[in-house]
């Protein structure tokens, strides 16, 4: 509480991961320090140095040295933009962790937008680049159909999933830990963890300075993660419903495919050696056993995952005990 009684408003962390953006940070820190001087939030700003070579190290090291609000974490190599966003995410103190672009296509301006619909209630405010300075072929339009899939997929509708300005309550990025193209699933892992989701309207500029790091490539990687993510939320306690459920289509299919070709070789004597029915009734079988066992091991994986962990299957809001402690 502040001296006048009034409840201090959530520190702010801003998570921005930075590779080759050697033009771009200083404009950016300027932006970002205009933006969050005008709220009452105390912040900082954590710039996340992704093995840049091109003289953004250096230009980050002389932001930090004349602002202490800024937190520079330089990592050893380029290790891709999720993974830097993590380690920017493990360095946050904020009650309240935005995450954004450092190359100037997020606008520092609308980070008032999504504190005012966070504090609506909401766990995770995405922003939507509404009108977007991309190319429309090679961007737009494979990032249309990819939030098309992931919505359907994962059941969390949003316009924009690929939108790296978002803000999220410190408590729903504990639990998720970002690998390959994950940090646009964040919203989809947060809703399944219990967490509320919207989304705002937000500014997107046009690249000023540098390039893109990335190229139409990104699609499969994006579309594999969407995969890994869909079983995580669907089936990882419970994987043997997934390959069971296939094991035991390919095994009926196959049974009833052989016992047909059992009829016919018996009972009718007819030849049935050289027919492609037989390689495929002995396929469906096998594949029905490889399907089943690979369930079990991933049962098996799961246990190892869940208790050696020691993370639970459920994610609980807040325990109420009459006479107790509470939290
Ligand atoms: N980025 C990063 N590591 C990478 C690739 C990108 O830290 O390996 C950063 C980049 O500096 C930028 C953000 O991630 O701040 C988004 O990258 P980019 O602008 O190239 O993506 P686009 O806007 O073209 O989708
Ligand atoms: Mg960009």
Same mark, same amino acid.
């Given at each position: 509480?502040?001296?006048?009684?009034?409840?201090?408003?959530?520190?702010?962390?801003?998570?921005?991961?930075?590779?080759?953006?050697?033009?771009?940070?200083?404009?950016?820190?300027?932006?970002?320090?205009?933006?969050?001087?005008?709220?009452?939030?105390?912040?900082?700003?954590?710039?996340?140095?992704?093995?840049?070579?091109?003289?953004?190290?250096?230009?980050?090291?002389?932001?930090?040295?004349?602002?202490?609000?800024?937190?520079?974490?330089?990592?050893?190599?380029?290790?891709?933009?999720?993974?830097?966003?993590?380690?920017?995410?493990?360095?946050?103190?904020?009650?309240?962790?935005?995450?954004?672009?450092?190359?100037?296509?997020?606008?520092?301006?609308?980070?008032?937008?999504?504190?005012?619909?966070?504090?609506?209630?909401?766990?995770?405010?995405?922003?939507?680049?509404?009108?977007?300075?991309?190319?429309?072929?090679?961007?737009?339009?494979?990032?249309?159909?990819?939030?098309?899939?992931?919505?359907?997929?994962?059941?969390?509708?949003?316009?924009?999933?690929?939108?790296?300005?978002?803000?999220?309550?410190?408590?729903?990025?504990?639990?998720?830990?970002?690998?390959?193209?994950?940090?646009?699933?964040?919203?989809?892992?947060a809703y399944w963890a219990g967490g509320t989701v919207a989304e705002v309207p937000v500014t997107h500029?046009?690249?000023?300075?540098?390039?893109?790091?990335?190229?139409?490539?990104?699609?499969?990687?994006?579309?594999?993660?969407?995969?890994?993510?869909?079983? $995580? +939320?669907?089936?990882?306690?419970?994987?043997?419903? &997934?390959? /069971? @459920?296939?094991?035991? %289509?390919?095994? #009926?299919?196959? *049974?009833?495919?052989?016992?047909?070709?059992?009829?016919?070789?018996?009972?009718?004597?007819?030849?049935?050696?050289?027919?492609? $029915? +037989?390689?495929?009734?002995?396929?469906?079988?096998? &594949?029905? /056993? @490889?399907?089943?066992? %690979?369930?079990? #091991?991933?049962? *098996?994986?799961?246990?190892?995952?869940?208790?050696?962990?020691?993370?639970?299957?459920?994610?609980?809001?807040?325990?109420?005990?009459?006479?107790?402690?509470?939290?």
């Amino acid at each position: 509480m502040s001296p006048e009684g009034a409840p201090t408003p959530p520190k702010l962390s801003i998570v921005a991961p930075v590779y080759n953006e050697r033009e771009s940070v200083g404009p950016l820190h300027r932006r970002l320090v205009e933006a969050l001087d005008a709220l009452p939030n105390p912040f900082e700003i954590i710039l996340v140095n992704d093995g840049s070579r091109d003289g953004t190290t250096e230009a980050l090291d002389a932001i930090a040295a004349e602002d202490e609000r800024v937190v520079v974490v330089h990592l050893r190599r380029n290790f891709g933009q999720s993974a830097a966003m993590q380690a920017g995410f493990d360095q946050a103190t904020g009650d309240v962790v935005i995450a954004m672009d450092a190359d100037l296509q997020n606008d520092p301006a609308d980070i008032p937008l999504l504190l005012a619909k966070l504090d609506e209630g909401y766990d995770v405010v995405s922003g939507w680049r509404k009108d977007r300075k991309d190319k429309w072929l090679t961007r737009v339009l494979p990032s249309n159909v990819a939030n098309w899939l992931i919505s359907t997929m994962t059941g969390v509708h949003l316009h924009d999933y690929g939108c790296s300005l978002k803000a999220y309550r410190r408590e729903v990025l504990a639990d998720v830990t970002l690998y390959g193209e994950l940090h646009r699933f964040i919203p989809a892992l947060a809703y399944w963890a219990g967490g509320t989701v919207a989304e705002v309207p937000v500014t997107h500029h046009a690249r000023q300075f540098g390039q893109s790091k990335y190229g139409l490539s990104r699609i499969f990687r994006v579309m594999l993660d969407l995969i890994a993510v869909k079983f $995580l +939320l669907s089936y990882s306690t419970k994987p043997i419903r &997934m390959f /069971g @459920q296939w094991g035991c %289509l390919a095994g #009926v299919l196959g *049974l009833v495919v052989l016992a047909y070709l059992a009829y016919v070789k018996l009972i009718m004597g007819l030849d049935i050696g050289h027919r492609p $029915l +037989l390689l495929l009734g002995i396929l469906l079988v096998f &594949m029905a /056993g @490889q399907f089943i066992t %690979l369930g079990l #091991v991933a049962e *098996l994986q799961a246990r190892t995952y869940y208790e050696v962990r020691d993370r639970p299957v459920y994610a609980a809001r807040r325990t109420v005990r009459k006479g107790g402690d509470a939290e």
